[in-house]
């Protein structure tokens, strides 16, 4: 069983182009993040969702647009792509918030190419 | 908020030598140091983590150090294998901070 399962893994489209990627976990995680993975491999957070509420929106654009409809389900929905926002999507998840009280747990990414 | 960073960013070794990558952070609030293991094309793992209250801790071939004044934390890898090639990060986060701040990643290559 996948603890971290995120769809689609490739995602190949024209700039301008709106896509979604979802996310789903199935550990019982209170918390949920999306992490942005360059081609330098920096990997920054974006959002992170305690519990359905937003806790962590990082200086991302307003095109990226999270949406967590339980705390076992966080999807990322991006408008007008651009060039730049090619790159690899980690969602993860932990138990509790921040990742201290345990593991975060990774899903298998998502690598978004913007032609 | 935190920074952390990390050196080298590349680090080339003979098979059974050893491996040091060294992360310095910048909040001294922050009292939980986990090291991710990346394969290429794979997803981020933990392999081993310490709390501030502790200066090292081993798991095997691997053990991570920890210097709470001079705020930096090293991962040592003995008697390194192929399988070791992979990108490692260090990550810091502390009581009250709301996600993990990672390091720039360190590309580790085991030659056989």
């Not at chain 1, 995602?11 to 979604?20: A, F, I, P, R, W």
């Not at chain 1, 921040?98 to 190419?113: A, D, I, V």
């Not at chain 2, 981020?44 to 081993?58: A, T, W, Y």
């Not at chain 2, 990550?91 to 709301?98: D, E, I, L, V």
Request: with cysteine; charged share 20%; glycine share 8%.
């Amino acid at each position: 069983d996948t603890a971290v399962s995120q769809t689609p893994k490739y995602l190949v489209t024209q700039m301008g182009n709106d896509k979604s990627i979802k996310c789903e976990q199935n550990l019982g995680h209170d918390t949920m993040y999306w992490y942005k993975q360059d081609s330098k491999k920096f990997l920054k957070i974006m959002f992170s969702y305690n519990n359905k509420e937003l806790i962590i929106n990082e200086t991302v654009p307003n095109r990226f647009s999270p949406k967590s409809p339980d705390k076992a389900h966080l999807n990322l929905h991006i408008n007008s792509l651009e060039l730049g926002d090619s790159a690899v999507y980690f969602c993860a998840s932990s138990q509790g918030i921040g990742g201290h009280t345990g593991e975060l747990f990774f899903g298998e990414g998502s690598r978004l190419t913007v032609l | 908020g935190e920074n952390v960073e990390q050196h080298p960013s590349t680090l080339s070794v003979q098979e059974g030598d050893s491996a040091v990558i060294k992360c310095t952070y910048s909040d001294s609030a922050s009292n939980y140091f986990p090291w991710y293991k990346q394969e290429l094309g794979k997803r981020p793992q933990l392999i081993i983590d310490i709390r501030s209250n502790v200066g090292e801790k081993k798991d095997q071939r691997i053990a991570v150090t920890l210097n709470k004044t001079a705020k930096h934390f090293s991962l040592h890898i003995t008697e390194t294998q192929p399988e070791d090639s992979a990108v490692y990060f260090c990550a810091s986060t502390g009581t009250g901070r709301r996600a993990l701040t990672f390091g720039s990643g360190t590309r580790l290559q085991v030659q056989p």
